[in-house]
């Protein structure tokens, strides 16, 4: 029963990590574009990086 | 569906006062951007003008947000660049779309939460129920009953907000709607399981209350964000028509600008083939002008200076200038605006499926739980246990399956026929399409593709067809571009003859080396007119003269479509604003036996309301400014993506494409999506008939009111998710 005493806690922490995750993704506009995303995944450059702008495309 | 309501004027003078501020964020919609090359080709066009900081593109939402330094760079150099790189965009206003976003998203926060909440309650109460009776001692399972009170009562004061803002409201406007019985089942739920957790009892209902909020607010939150992505489409539908227009400053420089951003006093020119991109009064230039996206009418008109011009029309003749004026100084627009404020109000009144099933439902709901709590009391139970029961029979019977059943369904109809190219811009409209037992179509632009084709080709020898595209190829008339196209078609390589001159309105020249050749009207060949039809003539001198007549074709499908309306049993019936011998043609060519010609926008509502007094509901498929006020007063409306923008912004749905069958996939797909709520609602009422007598008889625990509720939840989004499948046409 001891065991409870921290696995309990422990599982809610756990859990509350995933809900401050998605809550914070969803304020950064992770879910912005569903679609897009899926392909952003496979693009082979770097992401857009201020700092490589104006480098010749 | 207030908010096209408008006068017309209201939201031209907005546009008007948007320009004075300069924006260094801009939000365009893109009209082919359809896969992850595409958004990363978009994003680099756009990155490559000089002044833009950065683009970032949404494929879901077909649209890039580009910030550029104010001065550096403006909208019309980063729509030039996205057009160089093949992409069709138009500037648009975002902040009307960021307010209905933040609604989706502070119902997606509180879906998240009540689901955390839900899961962690859940296991916890699972483990209670399982151990009670056996080796679980009591004073864990009240620590597990306080540990889920901790977690229900901040999720409950956090998620239901929606639902108690939205009792509240009906209780003030002395109204039952069903998020009374919702927010009265969690709160009395709430209350009552912390009063029984204090006093140490078993029967705590914190599961059951933030399960039904949780499956509620996905309910809530599938509606919403079907809302938003509904009007986004119909938003961009609408800036990706307005486009371009050239305005002449008072310097007598030429400015080119988002037709948008024009203001009334603006003086516009309109190129011989452009369309008007404002209403107003001409101020120089005569010629013919297209009007049959405003009145039906297929033949040229007119245009002489003073005259009033619509938002619109395709200009055929000489160029043309343009003073912009306030739309409400416009008879056509105002009458128009009119007609359509009075027919949408009709259209108010229309009671959505799940809000019918709630006005029945919800007295039933609150009498069920009265007469258990008054029948135990009577019975001589104390009165902690006739509210629980009470409760239990709230929470029961409160729907989360009825909840579930409508929206998931819509959403799923509408990601099906989005697919498919057609935008469903009301959300009720699928429902009301679905009623419809007449179809009324407009003529021009509707059933036909209103631009003019060549016809009779085959009688026209390649010599002179070839020789007439080589001249054509230098005007941006429409007939012009139809020999063209119709030279293109037949051959494939085209000289374009050197050395053309045009005369706008009348024809085309050029002086070769065996004599002159013309192309033009009648009279510009100097020959006799025959049917005074619209007709071009081709004559090179010494040699016969040839004609082309030109009409307005009909969509390559419309007969089909026509038919297979008649083999499903809908009437159907043809009105036109345009001249009746024309109107006669098409409807013999298609197979409409009802049609009716040469009608005022208000005699097409006339006789709409005439078939409204019958109990018929008509779905009117329409796309000219004269068609809008029939759009607004039908049941149920549907226009082509080429409509008038009145006409779009009014319609209930949009499909884009040469063809009209996406008319059918309409019909039919909000057939079955009504079939499909329908069964929901049995699934729903099965379970309640079921479940309600064992709550009222005080058997139902609350983690079996629990497990019950999600089964049925998701038995409905399971039977709505049928009706996704298929992939693009």
Redesign the interface.
Known sequence: ?TA?AWL?PA??LL??I??LA??WA?RSGQ??????A???A??D?PA?D?AR?DEP? | MTAHALPISAATKAEGAARQARPDMLTLAIENMRCGGCLKSVERAALSVPGVTSARANLAAKRVSVAFEEGRANELDVIEALKRAGFSAAPMHAAKQDAERAREKYLLRRVAVAGFAAMNIMLLSVSVWAGSGGDMDASLAALFRWLSALIALPTVVYAGQPFFASALQALRGRRLNMDVPISLAILLATAMSLYQTVRGNEQVYFDAAVTLLFFLLIGRFLDESLRVRARGEAQNLLSLQSGIATIIEADGSQRRMPAHALAPGDCLLVAAGERVAADGVILAGSGEVDQSLITGETEPASASPGQQIYAGTLNLGNALKIEVTAADSATLLAEIGGLMLAAEQGKARYRRLADRAAQIYAPAVHGLGAATFLGWLLLGAPWQTALTYAIAVLIITCPCALALAVPAVQIAAASRLFRRGIVVKAPDGLERVAETDIVVFDKTGTLTLGRPQLLDEEAIPDEALAAAAGLAAASRHPYAQGIVAAAGKRQKTMVAADGVEETPGRGLARAGAHGEERLGSAEWCEVKASSGGSEVWYRRSGQAPVRFRFADMLRTDAAEVVGALKRRGYPLALLSGDRKSAVETVAAAVGIETWLGELRPAEKIDWLAECARAGRKVLMIGDGLNDAPALAAAHASVSPASAADISQRTADFVFQGQRLAPVLEILSTAKRARAIALQNFGVAFCYNIVAVPFAMAGYVTPLIAAIVMSTSSILVTVNAARLAGGGRS
């Open positions: 029963m409870l309990v599982a809610l859990g509350g995933g809900l998605f809550l969803l879910f912005e574009d569903l679609e897009g899926a392909y952003r496979l693009e450059e857009d201020p702008r495309q």
